[in-house]
């Protein structure tokens, strides 16, 4: 302490002593790896991680992260699909959300959307229904459906 005073640099070597170093470096706040946590001592104060195995692993983890939420999705669609057709089989053309919901359809996954006129469109694929927050009814399935997307996104 006593070294330090009266001036924050050693007259010798014309650099700060030691324990103003310690001080400085405790001052700036280091930013953490976004993959392991640690602090970024070295580098860019804009740095995101400590060394490239973690940029990679990160980047890594991300890309299996939106790998799995598209799976989870498309097995959704997939489970919500049949859910649907199986109501078609019956010869209905409704049913009530709550049953449906009750047999594993997610009301929020679906392929398309559009209001048409008072009513809630939605898709699944090539099925079509209303949707309300008691009932699924219109249920459709299109027929010869054409794969021309950006035909359908033009005529909006
Ligand atoms: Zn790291």
Redesign the pocket.
Do not use: W
């Given at each position: 302490m006593l070294s330090c005073f009266p001036s924050h640099f050693l007259p010798i070597f014309g650099r700060k002593c030691d324990c103003v170093m310690r001080y400085e470096r405790k001052l700036r706040v280091l930013p953490k790896?976004?993959?392991?946590?640690?602090k970024?001592r070295y580098g860019r104060t804009d740095k995101k991680?400590?060394?490239e195995?973690?940029?990679m692993q990160h980047h890594n983890e991300q890309a299996r992260d939106s790998r799995a939420f598209r799976r989870r999705v498309l097995s959704q669609l997939s489970s919500n699909y049949n859910l649907l057709s199986m109501v078609l089989q019956t010869g209905a053309d409704s049913i009530l959300l709550a049953d449906i919901v009750s047999m594993g359809f997610v009301p929020g996954v679906v392929t398309s959307y559009s209001r048409t006129g008072k009513h809630d469109e939605f898709g699944c694929f090539d099925i079509k229904y209303r949707m309300t927050a008691t009932k699924l009814s219109s249920i459709i399935k299109i027929q010869n459906v054409s794969l021309n997307l950006h035909a359908d996104l033009d005529s909006e």
């Amino acid at each position: 302490m006593l070294s330090c005073f009266p001036s924050h640099f050693l007259p010798i070597f014309g650099r700060k002593c030691d324990c103003v170093m310690r001080y400085e470096r405790k001052l700036r706040v280091l930013p953490k790896c976004l993959h392991c946590g640690e602090k970024i001592r070295y580098g860019r104060t804009d740095k995101k991680f400590c060394c490239e195995e973690c940029r990679m692993q990160h980047h890594n983890e991300q890309a299996r992260d939106s790998r799995a939420f598209r799976r989870r999705v498309l097995s959704q669609l997939s489970s919500n699909y049949n859910l649907l057709s199986m109501v078609l089989q019956t010869g209905a053309d409704s049913i009530l959300l709550a049953d449906i919901v009750s047999m594993g359809f997610v009301p929020g996954v679906v392929t398309s959307y559009s209001r048409t006129g008072k009513h809630d469109e939605f898709g699944c694929f090539d099925i079509k229904y209303r949707m309300t927050a008691t009932k699924l009814s219109s249920i459709i399935k299109i027929q010869n459906v054409s794969l021309n997307l950006h035909a359908d996104l033009d005529s909006e």
